[in-house]
Nanobody
Framework: VQLQASGGGLVQAGGSLRLSCAASGSIFSISVIGWFRQAPGKQRELVAVISNVGSTNYADSVKGRFTISRDNAKNTVYLQMSSLQFEDTAVYYC????????WGQGTLVTVSS
């Protein structure tokens, strides 16, 4: 499984961004897919994941602001991020689990205060 992340960039606080994670094959084969992030000097942490039956899990810090969704036809998972805060600045990594764990390359999100 190969995961390709895109969509990061620089945004002002309060703004929005949408991240995309494109899988090399069918995302139905991926039990859980989603996003982790790592801020400078901090450990990598879960942001949001979605299962292949559509159940979701969000970090408390992003609930109500971020929405994860999947487009099965495009084998792509999206993370819509709204009301971005300075604390959301991090490298965001696409994650997939099939019994083995897969990581995509990171995409940098920078929120200016």
């Amino acid at each position: 499984v190969q995961l390709q992340a895109s969509g990061g960039g620089l945004v002002q606080a309060g703004g929005s961004l949408r991240l995309s994670c494109a899988a090399s094959g069918s995302i139905f084969s991926i039990s859980v897919i989603g996003w982790f992030r790592q801020a400078p000097g901090k450990q990598r942490e879960l942001v949001a994941v979605i299962s292949n039956v559509g159940s979701t899990n969000y970090a408390d810090s992003v609930k109500g602001r971020f929405t994860i969704s999947r487009d099965n036809a495009k084998n792509t998972v999206y993370l819509q991020m709204s009301s971005l805060q300075f604390e959301d600045t991090a490298v965001y990594y696409c994650y997939g689990y099939t019994g083995s764990t897969y990581w995509g390359q990171g995409t940098l999100v920078t929120v200016s205060s």
